[in-house]
């Protein structure tokens, strides 16, 4: 719209494009170990159904996901891979880091062998914490991410910047990380 | 019947009546083998070790195959000497022990600190056997993919874990471990960098356990409750 080129937005407008955004999620998943069981629960069966938020779980390949759930331990010999398939997601994309092992290594915190939290190889949006977390614990980390992305700049991620938010607050500035459990919902 | 220990079976007869098959294979193993069949250990009707010399490692495989055990459950390898850091979830403040540096093996004895042992299982038969050998200094045993196409992998897990060689091996790639990852994770003396920075921290109850001290009249409402919940369900 010409406006893109030139890097701004008017803030209602990126609202607006925000809440699309935010409500037409496409997950990819990344089950590495039993953290997969718990994110099936939460992505595959009715009862908790994660369709109800906008959130569609099945792409056909991380081209087409607008973010990845990482659950699961991620070794060092895994950790090449799971950079590779970030990359090759389109822009905007954001990721969940979801249980122990993803978030900082678990009870693998003394292996030689595991990656001792995702957030070493790809940028962590939500972090998802539990051993295994439950469903509705990972479903409150999307809801955490769609807050994110309906309060993002978009002007200033296609400046190229880092996440920016467009009302820059005290609550928002200390609730980084994002953590589930770590403060309440809107 | 499982002994818990091989001291308990030692002055007992090696086979009571009617483990007739685990003797014939141990008879077979030593008619292929001779001499380089060393030890063995014989649980009657429940299980058998048995263990050989390194060079006969190959030929153990080929005898095994050609008895009819024909399913090859796994191969990896023992590192029996004891970890000198001690074992990493003991209290951090109590004094350190002396370290146990004896080094014991297991059933059917050995000489070296470590052991490769593998098992194979008769199906049709249905017996299982464990197969042990002191691995030499040069840490090279011969390859068992000859007779066990299965082996493949096991044996460059060995060769990652413990830095054994295998003898024939085609790939002797890791499996496991990251192509430049340096040093034997499973052998004792690998350090764990992480345990020596910051002891286990599962070693400190962060919470007290909940205190069970209810009054006795508390209780009783509580099966109460119990069974007016049971009468809501049944109404």
């Known amino acids: 719209m010409g406006l893109v080129d030139r890097g701004r937005m008017p803030a209602p407008l990126t609202k607006l494009f925000n809440m699309g955004r935010s409500y037409s999620l496409w997950v990819y998943q990344w089950g590495l170990a039993c953290c997969a069981i718990e994110m099936g629960a939460a992505f595959a069966s009715p009862r908790y159904d994660v369709m109800r938020l906008g959130v569609i779980p099945l792409p056909a390949s991380p081209r087409q996901a607008d973010f990845v759930v990482v659950s699961g331990t991620v070794t060092d010999k895994m950790a090449p891979a799971v950079k590779r398939l970030y990359e090759q997601m389109p822009e905007p994309k954001y990721v969940i880091s979801m249980g122990s092992c993803a978030n900082c290594g678990g009870p693998y915190w003394d292996s030689y062998s595991v990656t001792k939290g995702v957030d070493q190889i790809v940028p962590v949006d939500i972090y998802v914490p539990g051993c295994p977390p439950r469903p509705e614990a990972l479903l409150e980390g999307i809801v955490l991410l769609q807050q994110r992305i309906k309060n993002e700049d978009m002007a200033a991620k296609w400046r190229g910047e880092e996440y920016t938010s467009l009302q820059k607050t005290a609550a928002l500035e200390a609730a980084e990380p994002i953590v589930v459990g770590g403060g309440p919902i809107e | ?235």
Not at chain 2, 23 to 51: K, M
Not at chain 2, 75 to 83: N, Q, T
Not at chain 2, 121 to 126: A, E, I, L, P, Y
């Open chain 2, 1 to 235: 019947m499982v002994r818990l220990s091989d001291t308990e079976t030692q002055d007992e007869p090696q086979a009571l009546p009617g483990d007739g098959l685990r003797e014939g294979i141990v008879d077979s193993l030593r008619a292929d083998l001779g001499e380089h069949l060393v030890d063995t250990h014989l649980v009657p009707q429940d299980d058998l070790w048995v263990r050989v010399s390194a060079d006969a490692w190959a030929l153990t495989g080929q005898s095994l195959k050609a008895q009819g055990f024909e399913y090859f459950c796994f191969l990896s390898a023992i590192d029996w000497m004891p970890s000198p850091y001690g074992k990493g979830e003991d209290d951090p403040d109590a004094e350190p022990s002396e370290p146990d540096t004896e080094i014991r093996q297991g059933y059917a004895g050995g000489e070296t600190r470590f052991q490769l042992f593998a098992r194979v299982t008769d199906v049709g038969r249905h017996v299982g056997v464990t197969i042990k050998a002191d691995v030499p200094d040069s840490m090279t045993m011969p390859s068992w993919i000859a007779h066990y196409a299965g082996a493949n992998w096991h044996e460059r897990e060995t060769h990652e874990m413990f830095g054994i060689g295998f003898d024939g091996h085609p790939d002797l790639r890791n499996l496991y471990l990251p192509g430049e990852f340096e040093g034997f994770p499973l052998r004792k003396d690998f350090p764990l960098l992480s345990r020596m920075v910051k002891p286990w921290p599962g070693i400190v109850d962060v919470e007290p356990m909940p205190e069970f001290d209810e009054p006795a009249d508390e209780v009783g409402a509580g099966e109460g409750r119990g069974s007016d919940e049971a009468d809501g369900d049944a109404s």
